[in-house]
């Protein structure tokens, strides 16, 4: 019976914000530096688990930390004041990545992308009806600018994933060993050697040490990739590894620039010693349009 008990309080949503609070009580106790290695341990295995397994879950779960990155994004800025269509804006967002999922697996007809249209000119629509609003179309910027800033670049890693129609777990999971090996390499020798800043205005704590570092490490990883990962040839690798280490650290200047914009530090708390979805995934953002442009046109 107490066991039973003990069952039913824990699956309860009062047990469950209770263990979520004991555990987060729990990592705050930790450094900086091991919660960011007990958050990227578990985060990684999610997700390579997620990948390996099979397309689906590889297109819930991106749905989902996409959706949540966006929700996060329209939540800053609305600490400015501005009321973008937080849940309509994620929600197009996230069909717009099962759509381009349906689409490039040949389930559906390349010309439904034009459902995109309709959805996105609805914004108009309900802004319209939206009263006491200063600032309408101030609003209806951001609800677009959260799609295409974040939904768009969920959306062409799914692109990436099934490039000629066939599921390649090895593309986006190399592309994202190549963003955390870049990340890495550029904290440890940044926070190491850092002494000459990057982009000072934006981002102090940059360094061209750092990115040096970051280049470095993402480089060997991209060797690493070419010895082990067959699905693109060698010279693919280090195309990617090179976009990742540029394109990458400009996503995390141009967030950096967001959040300073808005004075704040995290893009959220979600991911203890990470910041939030945004954080995580900033240098993905920007990196996935060049990323695919490359594929396609090479």
Request: with cysteine; glycine share 10%; charged share 15%.
């Amino acid at each position: 019976m107490k066991s039973m008990c003990l069952s039913k309080t824990q699956s309860s949503p009062n047990g469950y914000y209770e263990m979520k609070k004991r555990i987060q009580t729990r990592l705050s106790s930790y450094s900086n530096l091991v919660q960011r290695v007990i958050a990227a341990v578990i985060g990684a295995a999610l997700i390579i688990f997620s990948l390996y397994w099979s397309e689906w879950t590889f297109l819930i779960l991106f749905s989902l930390i996409g959706g949540l990155a966006q929700l996060e994004f329209y939540k800053l800025v609305g600490l400015d004041d501005i009321t973008p269509l937080k849940y309509y804006g994620t929600g197009v967002g996230v069909f717009m990545n099962i759509l381009t999922f349906l689409i490039e697996k040949h389930y559906l007809h390349f010309e439904l992308y034009f459902l995109l249209s309709p959805l996105f000119t609805l914004i108009f629509f309900i802004k319209l009806y939206k009263k006491n609003e200063v600032k309408p179309f101030t609003s209806i910027a951001y609800t677009f600018l959260g799609i295409i800033y974040v939904a768009l670049p969920f959306a062409l890693i799914t692109v990436i994933a099934l490039l000629g129609g066939e599921y390649s777990y090895q593309r986006v999971l190399g592309c994202l060993f190549l963003l955390w090996a870049s990340d890495s390499g550029a904290y440890f020798a940044g926070t190491k050697f850092g002494r000459t800043k990057l982009f000072e205005r934006v981002s102090p704590k940059k360094s061209w040490e750092g990115s040096i570092g970051g280049a470095a490490t993402a480089m060997f990883v991209a060797y690493l990739l070419s010895q082990f990962f067959t699905d693109l040839s060698p010279w693919q690798w280090y195309g990617i590894g090179g976009v990742i280490v540029v394109a990458g650290t400009y996503g995390d200047l141009v967030e950096s620039l967001f959040k300073r914009s808005i004075q704040i530090k995290d893009s959220g708390s979600v991911i203890p010693g990470h910041g939030g979805f945004l954080d995580r995934f900033d240098g993905l953002l920007l990196s996935a349009p060049f990323i695919v442009t490359f594929l396609k046109v090479f």
